[in-house]
Structures are given as structure tokens and as C-alpha cells.
């Protein structure tokens, strides 16, 4: 019922030249498939590039951020519009990195949720403890705190597209996965708040991706559990095999 989601997030890595190479190895290994949704986000640049070598394969394009205004006087911003313009279906919001690198808030990330769902694009919401938030006992505090504010206002209507990423930053291009059933144990504790915060449609139907150093070998044993029903990938997504493997999950 929820329809899985295998996600690349390449960060800033590739090329114009590099994008086009790995997008078009994609779009020809996993042209038949239609069991599950495949996305890559390519840096800005590559976007419209990328956009059009995958026109007519399975794969759909995400943008890696997005600024909150439609137009106007905001240097070195992009819009969900522009995005959009540029052949974007998704964008990730509230990445880890941006969180820390940038100082990104939850009200800040909750501004562009509204903005990219105007658009009419779709907002894959990342969220995810730190180890000391961990150890400290506070993960769960710290993650319904980011789900309240990030998912602020919204109405259980606008969540029909909404995606959310469990991402434990510890576990982000470390090489250490949180264990299937840790993975699984905070999957369905983020349904139970949906369905707290919304009702039992929204938390049966939001699709929630599991990331964190997401590999070939940990990725059907990820997707096996119950409650994760998708990936957000960051290193293994640059690799052509590995990403075409990860999609071609068995569970
Ligand atoms: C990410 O950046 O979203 C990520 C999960 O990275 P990695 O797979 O490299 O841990």
C-alpha cells in the first residue's frame, strides 16, 4: 500500500558532465522498473541535465534544498518554482547537514515544507538524532520536537505527499547503520506520532525512509521491517551498481 522509495542524495559531488554519465546508466538499468519509486538529487547545476536524460525512464528528479520565497531580491536562492522549472518532483528539506553546516530551524524548514507543497512538488522531511542526543536518552524528544515543528500547521490533507527521512546523524557517511530493528523501533514510534498529531489515515499512508549509510549488504534487512518503506541514500547512491542494487532491494 505505502509504495517504496529509493532515494540518492549525491550531495556536492559529480559534475554537469559526471550527472549526465551516472543518470544515464540509471535511467538504462532500472528502465523496467515500477514497483517502487527511484529518485536522485543532483547538485543545482545538474538539475535541467539530469532532468532531461531521465525524461523518459522511471526515475524522478529531487532538488537538495530549496529557499522559501517564490521570486525576487533573495541572491544565490532557488525556489520550489525554479526547482520546478528545472524538472523537479521532489526536494529533500531539513538535511542533517544543513541543520548543522547552516544552522537550518525547524520553523525555517517548515517554511519551505509550505512553499514546496504550493509548488506542488513533494518535501521528503529529514529529521534524526545526534549520537549524544542518543546516549543522553533525549532521541526521542529531540525527533518529535522536529516533527512538530517542522510539520507545524500543515492539515492532514497537505500530508497526503509529505515523505519523511529517519536519518541518525551518527549513521550519515560513517559506515555505522543503525541496526534494522533500531531503525525499526524509531519508524514506528514516528508513525504513532502522526497518528497523534493527524489521524490514522496520514500515519498508515506516510511513506518513512530509513538513511544513514544505506549499503547493498544492509539494505534488505533494512527493507524487510515493517515499518520502513524506503531509503535516503548519501555515498552509495554515486555508484551506478550500488544504487541500481539498492532499488533492486529484496524483502
Ligand atoms: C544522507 O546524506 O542522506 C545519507 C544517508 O548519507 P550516507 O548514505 O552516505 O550515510
Not at 521528503?124 to 526521542?140: D, S
Not at 525527533?143 to 515543528?149: A, C, E, R, V
Not at 535516503?232 to 529484496?250: I, T, W
Request: proline residues 3%; hydrophobic residues 40%.
Amino acid at each position: 500500500m505505502r509504495k517504496p522509495i529509493i532515494a540518492g542524495n549525491w550531495k556536492l559531488n559529480k559534475t554537469i558532465a559526471e550527472s549526465r554519465e551516472l543518470s544515464a546508466q540509471l535511467a538504462k538499468s532500472l528502465k523496467e522498473i515500477d514497483d517502487r519509486e527511484i529518485i536522485i538529487a543532483p547538485v543545482y547545476t545538474a538539475l535541467a541535465t539530469v532532468a532531461d536524460v531521465i525524461k523518459s525512464s522511471p526515475i524522478q528528479l529531487a532538488a537538495q534544498n530549496c529557499y522559501p520565497e517564490k521570486d525576487g531580491a533573495f541572491t544565490g536562492e532557488v525556489s520550489p518554482e525554479f526547482l520546478q522549472d528545472a524538472g523537479c518532483q521532489y526536494i529533500i528539506i531539513g538535511h542533517s547537514e544543513r541543520r548543522q553546516l547552516l544552522n537550518e530551524t525547524d520553523h525555517f524548514i517548515n517554511q519551505k515544507l509550505f512553499r514546496v507543497l504550493e509548488t506542488g512538488l513533494k518535501p521528503i522531511l529529514c529529521i534524526g538524532e545526534t549520537l549524544q542526543e542518543r546516549e543522553n536518552n533525549r532521541m526521542l524528544d529531540v525527533l518529535t520536537t522536529q516533527i512538530k515543528g517542522g510539520l507545524a500547521n500543515l492539515t492532514a490533507k497537505q500530508m497526503a505527499t509529505v515523505v519523511i527521512a529517519y536519518e541518525p546523524v551518527w549513521a550519515i557517511g560513517t559506515g555505522k547503520t543503525a541496526s534494522a530493528e533500531q531503525a525499526e523501533d524509531v519508524h514506528s514510534f514516528i508513525r504513532g506520532l502522526l497518528q497523534e498529531l493527524f489521524d490514522s489515515k496520514v500515519a498508515t499512508q506516510t511513506r518513512i525512509l530509513y538513511g544513514g549509510s544505506v549499503k547493498p549488504n544492509n539494505v534488505d534487512e533494512l527493507m524487510s521491517q515493517k515499518n520502513i518503506d524506503g531509503a535516503l541514500v548519501g555515498g552509495a547512491s554515486l555508484n551506478a551498481e550500488d544504487f541500481v542494487r539498492l532499488v533492486q532491494f529484496e524483502n
